[in-house]
Every structure is written in structure tokens, then in C-alpha cells.
């Protein structure tokens, strides 16, 4: 009999690839981190052994979920100022509070219990965009969680940075520190046409195609953004990005709600790909992101929480539902962004919006081991006629039983494997109180 590392066996797999696939009493078997191969139980039986053999008898198997934008230090200020648009929001509450409070601990500590949660959500990839990313990727390897993480820019001096040069150099060193790390690597991360100069877009443009590496950048969240990126600039925020050259596939463009449909053509010409953040965008008010003509246009659209200071959670099953949900109300078209489509973008399209798709984002031989687990025997998903409808509109992420990150557990009958709960929370209080008071 052939070896292998961890023998996993599941009531239904859903590979993402192809798109709406549903594997009945299937093995996905693991060797070095990787899928070796998925096949039939019984065949199994007779041709691999293990030390790790998991029998998921009510469950169905699925990619880890892509997180593809988050602010994951920010879980400490949830609910610090709810209710708000955005402008006021930013401007008048999350500002004024990160001057006050944000360092290398407060990163640390907030990644450490945003990290938690999203593990036990089936989260095992995001993409984070803020202040001390050393301090969130640290905290990413320590957990065993896959991340990319933000070279941050913004043209405001902050306890991280004094200058654009001081944001540069230290996002330079990062990259040059993650080179070859096999669970963490790097994008520029310039916050927003708003508050990068031109300038400074056309360094990072210069310095992202030099190091080949993506750029994360909020863009035509709001109304309001494109109207003041007109009456400073003459054109809208996307314009100013086209004429730098920054329109391309290396360009991971965040929120999107206001479009033309001019500008959905040039996204589709020049391969950029959009992170929707449907329950953040409908919280703040910002408007809705056209999706279902992305899709058309054949725009990869990813999925994203935002921070949790303004969702308030990191919960992928909910972006899921809430983006099939919202499509379809937008469009008055209840056919639109089926269940399986939205489990692709918060898999696969993830995975290929942050340059993964090779490793992650669907369960296919030779593909990292990224998987989740996610118990459908309970009364809330009784009974399954289709798995996949189930986990997008039936379950929650507190039915995630089990998270492997590249063969490792790291989410084992819902207990963390690498962090642990009773520290997080006593962080968590110490925060509070500090910025509460």
C-alpha cells in the first residue's frame, strides 16, 4: 500500500474546481503538505494507509476560505463607533483613536485575535492591509495561517512612519525579510487614492513591478470619494490609477461600489481584480458594487471582510450569503451569483486575486492542503439536498469542525491548535479598557 501523511474521509467534498462539483463519500489524501490525490473511500482503502486517517461522516469538505482584504489588527476597535458613514467614521473616531493607541503590541494583539477567529471560520488565507505588518505576520506564522500582508503607504505621518520614505524603506525590508517564507508574503499596500499622492502611487507602481508583487488599494468605495477625486484631480480616482499605469493584473482594487460602465470595460481590458466587501459597504452605506456586471465583463471578483471595526466580524459565510443575497436583490434577478459561485470567490478567486491560485483555492491534486471542514449534521442544515446551497445559505462558521493549513492542523473539533483563547481574551480586555477610558 502507497503512504500517506493524513487520510481524510468526508460525507461530500466540494472541489471549486470544477464549479458546483459535488464529490460523494469521497478520500482526500495528503503527503508533504499537499493533495496527493482524491478518490473514492473504498479505493482508497485499498491503496493508501496513514498515521492520520479522519472520518467526517456528516460533513462536507471544501478550499479554505480567502479572506482578500482585512485590517486584521483593527478587531480591537470593534464597535468603537457604530452607526457612522464613512467619512465621519475614519475622520472623527478610528483615526484620532489609532494616534492614540496604535503600536507594535497593539498590531501584534489585534492580528493574534483576529487571526483566532478567523481560523475557526475556515479562513486559512487573507490579505491585510495596516500599520506594523512584521507584527501581523509574525503572528500569521505563528498560527500556521496563510497571509499576504500589506506594505503600507499613506501620506500621514503615523507612530509607523514619519515619511513616504520611512513607509517605503521599512515595507522594503519586510519583503526582503518574507523572501522565501512558505505561509507569508507581501503587496504594496498604498490606503487609497485619497490619501497617497500620485507621486507615491507612480514609486509603488515602479518598485510593485520590479519585485513582481501585487498592490491593495481601497478605490471608488464611496461617492464621495469620486466626486472629491474629481474636484481635486479633474478625473475620477480610477482614471488617476489608469494613467500611472497601475490598471492591471497585478492591481487588487478594494470595494468598487461606484462604477460606469465605461470603467467595468477598461477593469475587464486590463485584468484588475476586485475585492467585494458586501456587509462592510452596506454598514457604512457606501453603496453597492456592481458584481453581477463584473462577472459578465469577466472581472475576477474576490471576497472580503473589511476590519472587523467596521463589519463588525471576519466571516466569510456571511460575505457569502450576503453577496449571493445582495445580487440577486440589486439586480432583481434571483438567478444571479448562485451558491457555487459564491463559494469561487471566496475561494479560488481569492486565490487568484493574491497570485495563489497555483497553491490554494481549490482541491485539486499537487495544491496546497488548505482545507475546512464543516459540520452539516446538525438541525440547522437538515436536510442536505445540496451541500454547497447549504454552506452558503444554511450554515455558519460555528459548524466549522476541523482547518488544515497546508496539511497542518490548525483547527482541530473546534479548538485552536496554535493560539490560545483564554490569553486572546485577556489582551482583548486590556485594550478595552485603555481605549474605552
Known sequence: MEQADTIINTRWLVPVEPSGAVLDHHALIIRAGRIAQI?????????????????LNDHVLIPGLVNAHTHAAMALLRGLADDLPLPTWLREHIWPA?????SAEFARQGSELAVAEMLLGGITCFNDMYFFPEATAQIAAQAGIRAVVGMIMIDLPSVYAASADEYLSRGLALHDTLRGDPLVTVAFAPHAPYTVSERNLERIHTLADELDVPVHIHLHETAHEVA???????????????????????????????????????????GVHVVHCPESNLKLASGFAPVATLL?????????TDGAASNNDLDMFGEMRMAALLAKGVTGDATVLPAHHALHMATLAGARALRLADRIGSLVPGKYADLVAVDLGCLGSAPVYNPISQLVYAASRSQVSDVWVAGREAVTDGRLINLDPTTILSQCQYWHDKIQF
Open 39 to 55: 478518490l473514492p473511500q473504498a479505493e482508497a482503502k485499498l491503496r493508501y494507509q496513514a498515521p492520520c486517517v479522519r472520518e
Open 98 to 102: 489609532e494616534q492614540i493607541h496604535v
Open 228 to 270: 472629491q477625486g474629481i474636484e481635486r484631480h479633474g478625473v475620477r480616482p480610477l482614471a488617476r490609477l489608469d494613467a500611472i499605469g497601475l490598471l492591471s493584473p497585478g492591481l487588487i482594487a478594494v470595494h468598487m461600489t461606484q462604477l460606469k460602465t465605461v470603467e467595468i470595460d477598461r477593469l475587464a481590458e486590463t
Open 296 to 304: 459578465e465583463r469577466g472581472v475576477n471578483v474576490a471576497l472580503g
